[in-house]
């Protein structure tokens, strides 16, 4: 039985400041914001990717801490290039690391505006051989968008 993780809660305390930087400055797809009376839940989905990240305010939501989520990880193919995009859109990004020269080993990394952080690793095998294949995703690569 293959189980694939399709969504990650992420804590924040401003909704639409949150869906602004992860859509215009970070570049993740907008599935759908959804409000009601009773909830307001937005999913977001960088290119590329089988998982998505879902923002509101609904009970599992309400139980984080918004900017307690460390050490998110997105992959790319091209780190450099990523890092040169977010600081074209307004992301403040970390230095690149190498901490070993494989292919795997280099990153960088940014908050949002609550302070949840995120990894970027290389990985330039991802280049030829996504996760997802391109033609499936109708989304394109995350890198050089």
Known sequence: ???TLE????PVSDIERAVAFYRDQVGFHLDHD?????MHAVQ????????SIV????PAQNE???GSMKGLQLVVADAEAARQELLDRGVEVSDLTVITEADGGTFFGFKD???NSWAVQEIKARAETPLIPREHSGLGTWAGR
């Open 7 to 10: 969504v990650v809660v992420l």
């Open 1 to 3: 039985m293959d189980w």
């Open 113 to 115: 505006p609550d302070g």
């Open 34 to 38: 959804t409000r009601n009376e009773h």
């Open 64 to 66: 984080m801490e918004p």
């Open 55 to 58: 923002i509101g305010d609904l």
């Open 44 to 51: 977001l989905t960088p290119a590329g990717s089988g998982c």
